[in-house]
């Protein structure tokens, strides 16, 4: 798993997933914190597949949210993950 800002590859893990047969999330650790920032788009390039699907590229973006009561946001204090269900 490829995670890039543009084109520069700013963390990559490789691991192979199975199935466990249950509906909690397996989790997979960079070995090195990533700093996320808002409205900054990054990229997952990782090959997942199914039975029915496959996806090689996943896009997303930390972006603010309004239902932040607690004071943290994007620009700090929040730790997001990224989660995978098949």
């Given at each position: 798993m490829d995670l890039k800002r543009g084109e520069e590859v700013i963390e990559s893990?490789?691991?192979?997933?199975c199935s466990t047969g249950f509906s909690d999330p397996?989790?997979?650790c960079f070995d090195h914190p990533v700093q996320g920032m808002a409205e900054v788009g990054v990229v997952i390039e990782n090959e997942l597949?199914?039975?029915e699907e496959k996806a090689e590229v996943v896009n997303f973006y930390f972006a603010p949210?309004?239902?932040s009561k607690n004071g943290t946001g994007v620009q700090g204090g929040q730790i997001p993950l990224i989660v995978f269900y098949a």
């Open positions: 893990k490789k691991t192979i997933l397996i989790l997979i597949t199914t039975d949210s309004t239902d």
